[in-house]
T-cell receptor, first 117, second 113 residues
């Protein structure tokens, strides 16, 4: 079964500092990969996705993520964090072979980001 | 553009009472629809998904049921709530052609007392 690990439960960074949130997945083949962001009490917003092609993916709000097949990782990065980026971030994977019949995304448990002014 | 609505936003219900949560999508036709539950510290769990009117698939056996009476309406129900049903319920939609690219609604916070 596929799984997603976000090793950091909580990260605190200063405003203006760079950010990297880690995501590792376990799956037999290259899956679809996603990053979502969730503000307190809100739904999830899709930041970016990777299906194939260029391993560096650009998303909304200045975020990017890099797929590294050799490390089974899909880390999220931002060069300069803004106070409004404080939220919880979720990595998710889905099987590339859509014939699996279920459309379930497998989510990590999330990383909470705090931003110090 | 597409919009997804959920209501109510918050709900407090006693154990044993019924439940009905509603989700509607605007701006698209024949979407796939999903119900997820988010429990604190446990990530998101897919409960049900639907690829069309009247077509419901359950991922986890439980006290809940889902229905899709109209193309863009998805309802989550229970006849008798349990304490363990408390959580944050999220509805999501996707295109049939891209089922894994899912877009989420604002959620409903359910507290069972």
């Amino acid at each position: 079964a596929q799984s997603v690990t976000q090793p950091d439960i909580h990260i605190t960074v200063s405003e203006g500092a760079s950010l990297e949130l880690r995501c590792n997945y376990s799956y037999g083949a290259t899956p679809y990969l996603f990053w979502y962001v969730q503000s307190p009490g809100q739904g999830l917003q899709l930041l970016l996705k990777y299906f194939s092609g260029d391993t560096l993916v650009q998303g909304i709000k200045g975020f990017e993520a890099e797929f590294k097949r050799s490390q089974s990782s899909f880390n999220l990065r931002k060069p300069s964090v803004h106070w409004s980026d404080a939220a919880e971030y979720f990595c998710a994977v889905a099987p590339l072979d859509s014939g699996a019949g279920s459309y379930q995304l497998t989510f990590g448990k999330g990383t909470k980001l705090s931003v110090i002014p | 553009s597409q919009t997804i609505h959920q209501w109510p936003a918050t709900l407090v219900q006693p154990v044993g009472s019924p439940l009905s949560l509603e989700c509607t999508v605007e701006g698209t036709s024949n979407p796939n629809l999903y119900w997820y539950r988010q429990a604190a510290g446990r990530g998101l769990q897919l409960l049900f998904y639907s690829v069309g009117i009247g077509q419901i698939s359950s991922e986890v056996p439980q006290n809940l049921s889902a229905s899709r009476p109209q193309d863009r309406q998805f309802i989550l129900s229970s006849k008798k709530l349990l304490l363990s049903d408390s959580g944050f319920y999220l509805c999501a939609w996707s295109l049939n052609s891209a089922p894994y690219e899912q877009y989420f609604g604002p959620g409903t916070r359910l507290t069972v007392t």
